[in-house]
């Protein structure tokens, strides 16, 4: 499991350890590890152009020791300076390792750009210690600058703890940031190494130890041995009932293809047996395709809506969500959604743009606030959310989140959506709750995808087929 604590968690873990310990051994431990993945990055120090954008926090302390690390091992350093304040005990480090610092103002001897300039344009690694978890989004206009430089030039930045400009504790980025190619943390991780859109500025992220002593995360990312552990294998005396029967009222004259699709899903999760309720024109498809399926009869668990277009039957899908059994209600099933219930074991799957038309706020605004939306939404319906999108968030009614970060872009395929109902609705049916029903379901899903993609496009279908060698592999 991965764990993302707030700011305000760090610091008082921090307080707690720095009072027992030497002054200055937290970020020796930081800058340590910092300096070991940069040179892990670059493949080696001897001779490598490192600049360090340094602010004028604890994060440009990091850097700046981590700078003196490389310099010892053969790095050229140098510090671009962005605040009159640096770090004082690590600049000094830096300089009797060998390292130059020059302030960002400075002007170049040759033409009329700055000499931070020139050292950035011509660096093997950027890294930015320009802030950290004390930074309020957005970079000024002399940061963003050389950022920009090192944009244009191609050369890769290296965040310290996170990219500066970012929201830490929400994941948001209203403002301009930097874009990292790796970023180095520390003690755990933080909201906007998880949640897009920050995640995605992160790169892959490093998490160094330093020993911090932390209480239970808010966001958190389950990996595989968390999934593995959760996931209803059968056992000697299972038989189908007992496995669970998920029920699938999805697709549509209009949207045959999603009830095939749902149920390929479906089929490919834990469940004994499936059954399909709806036109028979759509049951014959979903037949034919597969045979396995049977027709309306008890069951453990629903999954509504997929693919349903304007055949929607209101009050028999209210009825069903008001109901013991747990239920998915997904894409137009939505639309049956009213913030009355008590609706616990309902998990609802909405992309960026149901969402918005749920609470009413527009698409972009859910996008660039992902966390918030999706735990309003939960709030409000008293539901589990699962947000759909590059980073899929999961809010329980009771305010956990988890955070699935394992996808490829190239699930962002018509039909993908339903394969995950489908799949979520047989995790319900198999006995998870909601959050953990999602939780594998996006998981697999997202294995799935990677297995079949390989780094090439994919079909819903080819991602449902996929689901069970992703399994097997997951559970071997
Ligand atoms: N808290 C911890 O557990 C540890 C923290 N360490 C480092 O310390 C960092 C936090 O240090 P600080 O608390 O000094 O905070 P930062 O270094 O993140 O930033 C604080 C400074 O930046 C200024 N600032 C804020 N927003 C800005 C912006 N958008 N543009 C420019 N300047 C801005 C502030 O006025 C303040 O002077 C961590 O991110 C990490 O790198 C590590 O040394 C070790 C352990
Ligand atoms: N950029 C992306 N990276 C990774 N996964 C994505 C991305 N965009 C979308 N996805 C995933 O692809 C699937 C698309 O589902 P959905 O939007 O419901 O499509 P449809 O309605 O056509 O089935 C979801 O599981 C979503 O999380
Ligand atoms: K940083």
New binding site residues.
């Given amino acids: 499991m991965r764990h993302a604590h707030t700011v305000e968690q760090?610091?008082a873990a921090?307080a707690a350890l720095m009072a027992r310990l030497p002054e200055g051994t937290?970020?020796q431990r930081?800058a340590t590890g910092l300096a070991v993945a940069i040179s892990n990055f670059l493949g080696g120090t001897y001779g490598a152009r490192v600049v360090l954008l340094i602010?004028?926090?604890?994060?440009?302390?990091?850097a700046l020791y981590a700078g003196a690390y490389l310099a010892r091992r053969g790095a050229q350093v140098t510090a671009v300076l962005l605040s009159d304040k640096p770090h004082a005990a690590g600049l000094a480090a830096l300089e009797t390792a060998g390292g130059q610092a020059i302030p960002v103002t400075a002007s170049s001897a040759s033409n009329g750009t700055t000499a931070a300039q020139s050292a950035v344009a011509g660096a093997d690694v950027v890294v930015d210690g320009?802030?950290?978890?004390?930074?309020?989004p957005?970079?000024?206009p002399e940061?963003l600058a050389v950022v920009q430089v090192a944009e244009r030039y191609g050369v890769p930045i290296v965040a310290?703890?996170?990219p500066s400009?970012v929201d830490v504790d929400t994941g948001e980025t209203p403002e301009p940031h930097v874009n990292a190619a790796l970023t180095v943390t520390?003690?755990t991780h933080k909201i906007c190494h998880l949640v897009d859109p920050a995640a995605t500025a992160c790169g892959p992220v490093h998490l160094v130890d330093?020993g911090?002593d932390l209480p239970p995360a808010q966001v958190q990312a389950l990996q595989a041995a968390d999934i593995k552990a959760l996931y209803p294998v059968p056992h000697g005396e299972s038989d189908k009932y007992s496995r669970g029967v998920l029920g699938l009222m999805v697709g549509s004259a209009q949207y045959p293809g999603a009830a095939v699709i749902a149920t390929a899903g479906a089929l490919a999760g834990p469940v004994g047996m499936v059954r399909y309720v709806g036109p028979d024109a759509v049951a014959s498809a979903v037949r034919e395709a597969h045979p396995e399926v049977v027709g309306d009869g008890r069951v453990q668990a629903w999954t509504i809506g997929s693919g349903l277009g304007d055949e929607l039957d209101v009050p028999r899908i209210r009825e069903l969500l008001d109901a013991e059994e747990p239920v998915v209600l997904d894409a137009d099933g939505l639309k049956a959604l009213d913030d009355s219930g008590d609706h616990v074991d309902v998990l609802i799957t909405p992309h960026a743009g149901e969402l918005s038309r749920l609470l009413g706020v527009d698409r972009a605004t859910v996008e660039a606030e992902r966390l918030k939306y999706a735990r309003l939404a939960a709030e409000t319906f008293d539901v589990t959310v699962l947000l759909k999108g590059s980073t899929t968030v999961i809010a329980g009614p009771d305010g956990e989140v988890r955070v699935n970060t394992n996808a490829t872009p190239w699930l962002a395929t018509a039909g993908a959506g339903d394969v995950l109902a489908g799949l979520c609705g047989a995790l319900l049916a198999g006995g998870l709750t909601a959050l953990d029903a999602a939780s594998v379901g996006a998981y697999l899903h997202a294995a799935a995808a990677n297995l079949a993609s390989g780094g090439g496009p994919i079909t819903a279908i080819a991602v449902a087929q996929a689901l069970p060698e992703a399994t097997r592999r997951l559970l071997s």
Wanted: charged fraction near 20%.
């Fill in positions: 760090v610091r921090e937290l970020m930081a602010g004028s926090g604890d994060n440009g302390g990091d320009i802030v950290g978890i004390g930074g309020r957005g970079l000024r940061a310290v703890d996170t400009g520390f003690g330093i911090l």
